[in-house]
Structure formats: C-alpha cells, structure tokens
C-alpha cells in the first residue's frame, strides 16, 4: 500500500532483456536503503526490488506489467517517480494507492499558469464511471485531486514542489502516463454492478 507521496526520482540505468521479461537497473538516493524482497513503486507501478549493487536497486516486470503499464517505454535515463510502502501507524498525507495500475493514459496539454502548472489528460472512456470532479487519481504515483472531468479526459494542477520533485516537470504533449483510480471508487462500482446483476 502506497501514500502516492514521492519520495525521490531515480533514473533508469541499464534495461535488460528476458524472454518476455524486462530488468531495470535503477540508480536513486533511496535505493541504498532498499532491501531485497521490498515492494516499491515505481511510476505507480508496485514492483519487487530483486538485487542491489552500488548504490542502485533492479526490479523486473513480466509480461502482463508491461502490457497495462508504460514501462515498456522505459530506457536508460529515463527519470522514474519512487515511494516505499506505507508504514503502518504513518501518516496518508496523500490517498490510498494500490501501485496496481489500471490503465494508461495520455498527456493532451501543458500549460504554464506563472506559479503553477494544468496538464489535461485523456483516459479510456471505459474507465468514465471510476472518475469523479474533485475525485483522488494516480499519476505516474503521484497522488492528486482531478477536476475538469469529462467522459474522457481530465485536468490537474501542479504546485512547485510536485513539479521539482517528480517527473511531472519532464511530462509533455503526446506522452504517456500510468493511471490508478481511486480504490474506494472501484469497490463501490464493484458492488452496485453486483447488486444490478443481482
């Protein structure tokens, strides 16, 4: 369980290649402090540290990751969004995010407010119902309040901080973003289509 707090930006030094697995080598300020078996995420992606070597950590995602995720667009250098797990007793300074992404979506706009920043993004209609104005959504791991909602797309604000300490700064027009709904959002839908179904 996360917080969608970043806690740090690594970046992607070597990617390796198996069968239809793919190994990242990832280079941040946390990961001397990672232990194997660790579950952490990664762009919002929950992934298991499975090695550690000078100073940097490896996690390897399967097949069925890199099919509902963008981490099949990961190379060397690329700048990655980090945050441990929620220790119990913590704060949730941001929501409960699962780190089980459910879609990817794409960056329509930038724009620069002199102080902030508006991105519009488009999601898959199909995911409409999980939406809601003023509702919690998971970028990349990051933790922030939609509005603008349409049946398929959406805006949110960046203040300063998130925009120096993650990677939203390096997002632009075209690019693709991992999406977590709201958890909450998709156990109630869950039960009233049981309910409907009944």
Same mark, same amino acid.
């Given at each position: 369980?996360?917080?969608?707090? @970043? %806690?740090?930006?690594?970046?992607?030094?070597?990617?390796? @290649?198996?069968?239809?697995?793919?190994?990242?080598? @990832?280079?941040?300020?946390?990961? /001397?402090?990672? =232990?194997?078996?660790?579950?952490? +995420? *990664?762009? /919002?992606? &929950?992934?298991?540290?499975?090695?550690?070597?000078?100073?940097?950590?490896?996690?390897?995602?399967?097949? %069925?990751?890199?099919?509902?995720?963008?981490?099949?667009?990961?190379? =060397?250098?690329?700048?990655?969004?980090?945050?441990?797990?929620?220790?119990?007793?913590?704060?949730?300074?941001? *929501?409960?995010?699962?780190?089980?992404?459910?879609?990817?979506?794409? &960056?329509?706009?930038? *724009?620069?407010?002199?102080?902030?920043?508006?991105?519009?993004?488009?999601?898959?209609?199909?995911?409409?119902?999980?939406?809601?104005? =003023?509702?919690?959504? &998971?970028?990349?791991?990051?933790?922030?309040?939609?509005?603008?909602?349409?049946?398929?797309?959406?805006?949110?604000?960046? @203040?300063?901080?998130?925009?120096? *300490?993650?990677?939203?700064?390096?997002?632009?027009?075209?690019?693709?973003?991992?999406?977590?709904?709201?958890?909450?959002?998709?156990?109630?839908?869950?039960?009233? +289509?049981?309910? +409907?179904?009944?």
């Amino acid at each position: 369980m996360f917080t969608g707090i @970043i %806690e740090t930006i690594g970046t992607v030094q070597e990617v390796q @290649i198996s069968g239809t697995n793919r190994s990242f080598w @990832i280079e941040s300020e946390l990961s /001397g402090m990672l =232990k194997i078996d660790q579950s952490v +995420a *990664h762009n /919002g992606v &929950c992934l298991t540290v499975d090695a550690l070597q000078d100073g940097r950590h490896r996690v390897t995602a399967i097949n %069925e990751t890199l099919q509902k995720t963008h981490l099949s667009t990961w190379k =060397k250098g690329s700048s990655i969004n980090i945050e441990r797990c929620l220790m119990m007793g913590g704060r949730l300074d941001g *929501h409960m995010v699962q780190g089980h992404v459910d879609t990817v979506g794409n &960056c329509l706009d930038v *724009h620069d407010q002199n102080g902030s920043w508006l991105f519009t993004l488009r999601f898959p209609e199909t995911f409409a119902h999980l939406m809601i104005e =003023k509702g919690s959504i &998971c970028l990349n791991g990051i933790s922030l309040t939609a509005f603008s909602v349409t049946k398929n797309s959406f805006q949110v604000a960046i @203040i300063p901080y998130t925009w120096e *300490h993650t990677n939203m700064h390096a997002l632009k027009p075209g690019d693709a973003i991992n999406l977590e709904f709201d958890m909450v959002g998709k156990y109630i839908q869950r039960s009233l +289509a049981l309910q +409907a179904n009944g």
